[in-house]
């Protein structure tokens, strides 16, 4: 059933139900002298290239790639338009390597046509802190498909990965693969109702009007919480404790230290945002949480072309209620001009959802792990990690 899968050093169906298999790492590493050192092959008439994302004309290519290519949902009206700073940002964190960005050209007319990134990464699996690869932005153009081009792609990023010396990945796909560690549900919150169900995002419910859902979405002009402002470099040493602390709760979940809470927190504009709540009395941060920016294209709508969404990322409540928290994350995303704010159903956000009026989404997000084994599903609950 799945001819690539199959092969590879990943959980197998089959596997499920047997409970003897020990957990941990399903291949031991190899010496590195052991590891391919030339590229896989393509087909003649393309080539490996490492993708320069600081150059500006290399990032518009890739943003134009995945802007016509990448993600849509099931029914095609909408596609992920990730922006070349959101790329940029995403692809350089502390310790990235140029070589795990990968493209694939036409050798003749030097066309971008396929793109996969792996990015560094200390996750957390029970006990154990594992280097491993984050995998992203596989994206094999509309005109390449089905060629079993994607297959080649993995095996390259692997190799390069392998060659650092790291022999884990975690990745997430809207398709079941052998085998998730867990499936989570996206939700989402109406913040401008009116235009998403004008571009058929959401549906008027039964015996709702248009007036009467907007009343119901309606939200405060300002956050409610004292205290609650924009994070600042300066409180990179407190949102590192809390989130570590936080993290601590999960079965998989990032290492984070300051330098990656200064990368992935820090609010970066139109990419990241990030709040805290500061205590009026000690000035101490007792709060925070975080939103990513990452708009999807409307395909084929009259009116409109772009959808806002923002994107729950890491939120940790101490001292003031998580739902108020949450609210004030709305509010703040509202003036921001967000159409619809998301959440997974992962770490703590269950005790939001419903509350602040999300509803769930269509279809499923599934985490992976590659080369790593662990004993049984989890309940998206028990993930403390969001991939972009
Ligand atoms: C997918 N999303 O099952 P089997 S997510 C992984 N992730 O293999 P072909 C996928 N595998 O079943 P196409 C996959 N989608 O026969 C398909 N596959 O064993 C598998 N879409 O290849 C599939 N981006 O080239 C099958 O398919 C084989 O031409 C078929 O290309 C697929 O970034 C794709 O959704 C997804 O651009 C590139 O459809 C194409 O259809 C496309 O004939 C729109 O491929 C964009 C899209 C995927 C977003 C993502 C995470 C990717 C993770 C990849 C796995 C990483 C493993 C870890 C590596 C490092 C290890 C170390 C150490
Ligand atoms: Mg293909």
Not at 32 to 37: A, G, M, T, W
Not at 249 to 252: K, L, Y
């Given at each position: 059933r799945h001819k690539f899968w199959e092969t590879q050093p990943v959980g197998q169906f089959k596997d499920l139900?047997?409970?003897s298999l020990p957990e941990g790492p399903i291949e031991p590493p190899t010496p590195?002298?052991?590891?391919?050192?030339e590229p896989y092959n393509l087909p003649n008439l393309y080539e490996w290239v490492t993708c320069d994302m600081n150059s500006e004309e290399t990032c518009l290519e890739v943003y134009n790639l995945l802007s016509n290519n990448y993600v849509e949902d099931d029914e095609n009206m909408f596609r992920f338009n990730y922006s070349k700073e959101f790329l940029q940002w995403a692809l350089?964190?502390?310790?990235?390597?140029?070589?795990?960005?990968i493209g694939v050209r036409?050798?003749?007319?030097?066309?971008?046509?396929a793109f996969i990134t792996g990015i560094p990464a200390k996750i957390r699996v029970q006990n154990e802190i594992i280097t491993m690869a984050e995998v992203n932005f596989l994206c094999v153009h509309k005109k390449l498909r089905?060629?079993?081009l994607a297959p080649v792609m993995i095996k390259e990023v692997t190799r390069r990965v392998h060659l650092e010396n790291i022999w884990q990945a975690a990745y997430t796909a809207g398709v079941v693969l052998p085998t998730p560690i867990t499936s989570c549900q996206y939700w989402h919150r109406s913040l401008n109702p009116k235009k998403l169900i004008d571009v058929g995002f959401s549906r008027l419910g039964p015996r709702m009007t248009m007036s009467r859902t907007m009343k119901l979405y309606k939200l405060p002009?300002?956050?409610?919480?004292?205290?609650?402002r924009k994070m600042e470099l300066r409180d990179v040493p407190s949102v590192t404790r809390l989130l570590k602390t936080y993290l601590l709760?999960?079965?998989?979940a990032p290492d984070f230290d300051e330098m990656d809470v200064e990368h992935w927190i820090v609010p970066k504009e139109g990419v990241v945002d990030s709040f805290v709540v500061e205590s009026?009395?000690?000035?101490?941060?007792?709060d925070f949480c975080s939103f990513y920016s990452l708009p999807s294209s409307i395909l084929g709508h009259p009116n409109h072309s772009n959808l806002k969404a923002a994107y729950s990322y890491y939120n940790v409540a101490t001292k003031t209620p998580l739902i108020q928290l949450m609210n004030d994350a709305l509010i703040v995303a509202k003036q921001m001009d967000f159409d619809v704010f998301n959440a997974l159903d992962?770490?703590?956000?269950e005790g939001f959802l419903k509350e602040l009026k999300y509803g769930p989404g269509d279809g499923k997000l599934h985490y992976y792990l590659y080369n790593y084994r662990i004993k049984s599903m989890l309940r998206s609950s028990e993930l403390g990690l969001v991939l972009l």
């Open positions: 139900r047997d409970t590195l002298s052991e590891v391919k050192q350089h964190p502390p310790g990235y390597f140029k070589t795990w960005h036409v050798k003749s007319s030097k066309k971008l046509v089905s060629k079993r002009d300002s956050p409610l919480t004292p205290g609650f709760e999960f079965v998989v009026q009395e000690t000035h101490e941060v007792t992962v770490m703590h956000n």
